[in-house]
């Protein structure tokens, strides 16, 4: 087991950047998860529904982000995590992923985290982890 990382309020995790998201990504967490909802797959479909193209599962964004944050700390020092989709994430998209700690109580490290597709917030999450 890897030890617990060390953090204090304001501290920045390192960011990381992923991407761009490709057809196969899509295709590839799709068949994972069993997805397969036209959007994500139908350019048809998804300009008929409003969109400009295809645009990848929110859970797939999501899982990208768990996986930087657990890369940080350690999947066994995770004790919550909570994501909030803010906007589609579409074909092309390079994704930044940036966090913050907020606080710090008996050992728990509180995270506020964030990717986004240049300029545009595309998910917002929170997460608890143990902490040094």
Not at 42 to 56: Q, S, W
Not at 72 to 93: D, N, T
Not at 95 to 107: A, K
């Amino acid at each position: 087991m890897r030890a617990p990382v060390t953090a204090v309020p304001g501290r920045s995790l390192p960011e990381r950047e992923v991407g761009p998201v490709t057809q196969t990504d899509i295709v590839r967490f799709a068949g994972a998860g069993g997805d397969f909802n036209p959007l994500h797959h139908d350019p048809e479909f998804a300009r008929r529904a409003g969109f400009p193209g295809v645009l990848a599962m929110g859970q797939m964004q999501a899982g990208m982000l768990a996986a930087w944050l657990t890369d940080w700390c350690g999947v066994e020092h995770l004790r919550e995590y909570e994501v909030r989709f803010v906007a589609p994430v579409f074909l092309g998209a390079v994704l930044r992923f940036s966090g913050e700690v907020t606080e710090v109580t008996d050992g728990v490290a509180a995270l506020a985290l964030r990717a986004r597709d240049g300029e545009t917030e595309v998910l917002r999450a929170t997460a608890r982890v143990v902490v040094a």
